[in-house]
Structure formats: C-alpha cells, structure tokens
C-alpha cells in the first residue's frame, strides 16, 4: 500500500521552524503522527520560496535553511517530493487565480489548490482555512 500523499504548506514549515510561534508544539506533534503514519511529504519550489521569505532576516536566516534541508532530506529519503514550478503550471495558476475574484486567496495558496487538485491531493498540513474554502482537508485547527 502507497503512503498517504500529504500536501506542506507554508505554514508547517514556518510553525515548525520557529520555536516562538504560538503552533510551534502543535506542529511538533502532527509532523510526528505524519511520521509515525508513514505519509509522503508533497510540497512545491513556491511554498520553500515564502518560507524563505519568511525568514529572510540574518538573525533568522538559518531557520529557512534548515526547512529547507529537511524537505531535502525527506526526498533524498524516498519520502517526499519538492514540485517544480513549470511555466505551465504558472499559467494554469493565474487562470485559478483570475477566476476566484471571490476568495483572498494568494497566488502562492492557487499554486497549491491546482497541484493539489491535479495530483489528486485531499490533506494539507497547514492551519490556513483557505485550503478548506479550496475543499481540501487541513490538518491544524486553530
């Protein structure tokens, strides 16, 4: 039997990294039932972009380097894949994009919905509700 695809989003990355963070524990504790259940980390180049925005500063620098090389590490295992932002996927993006005028979702947040919803994905770990306006299933409640 296949392991449970899961979909990181930024969130996880950057709730995990930051010891501050309100979610920190929280995160702690789904990353480690995600590893006890034996799933498959699924994330894009866009989502390790934020979190290195996130933590562009040089007193935090590290932390998006060590996301990082945990999200290498998981597809050098065999146990996650980092997706490729292809020129057409963009394109199909801002066509999501443009047509959900309704919802505030980011373009980074579209690029998600659209590999998720082509790759057949239904779990996210993240506690943004956009993933559930999406019809996704998000795995932190907060």
């Known amino acids: 039997m296949a392991a449970q695809r899961i979909f990181w989003d930024t969130w996880a990355f950057i709730a995990l990294a930051d010891s501050r963070y309100r979610h920190h524990q929280q995160a702690k504790t789904v990353r480690l039932n995600l590893a006890q259940q ?3 980390m699924m994330t894009t180049e866009a989502i390790l972009t934020e979190v290195g925005n996130h933590f562009s500063k040089r007193h935090v620098r590290h932390l ?4 990082y ?22 394109e199909r993006t801002w066509q999501f994009y443009q047509s959900r005028p309704d919802k505030d979702w980011g373009h980074t947040g579209c690029i998600s919905f659209v590999v998720m919803q082509e790759l057949a994905l239904t779990t996210a770990f993240t ?3 956009h993933f559930e306006q999406a019809g996704f299933v998000r795995l932190v409640k907060v």
């Open 127 to 129: 506690a943004d509700v």
């Open 38 to 40: 034996n799933t498959y």
């Open 64 to 67: 998006a380097l060590t996301q």
């Open 69 to 90: 090389q945990f999200a290498a590490a998981l597809v050098q295992s065999g146990r996650g894949t980092i997706l490729n932002i292809s020129t057409d996927l963009w």
